[in-house]
């Protein structure tokens, strides 16, 4: 399912952790979160994700990131399904 219903968070410090900046962000009232090494990342993660807000693009309730995102496939999921064609 999909949803226009987003809110974002400012980015959070956290000081004691090794990804030490934290985007937090709600889609249709479930929390998200991603971490990152350094504040320029965490920041242009959290534009991408406001920008897709911005455009009218509707976010995945399951995995909270735009549908154009939700259809990449990750490395692992792309590794695991050749293992499984071979």
């Known amino acids: ?25 709600v889609v249709a009232r479930q929390q998200f979160a ?23 693009e509707p976010f995945d309730e399951v995995i909270g990131r735009p549908e154009s995102q939700a259809r990449e496939v990750s490395w692992f999921d792309h590794a695991r399904e050749y293992v499984a064609r071979k």
Do not use: C, P
């Open 1 to 25: 399912m999909s949803t226009y219903d987003v809110l974002f968070w400012a980015i959070k410090h956290r000081a004691d952790r090794r990804k030490r900046y934290q985007v937090r962000w």
């Open 34 to 56: 991603e971490s990152f090494i350094n504040k320029a990342l965490a920041d242009s993660f959290r534009s991408g994700l406001m920008k897709a807000a911005r455009s009218g």
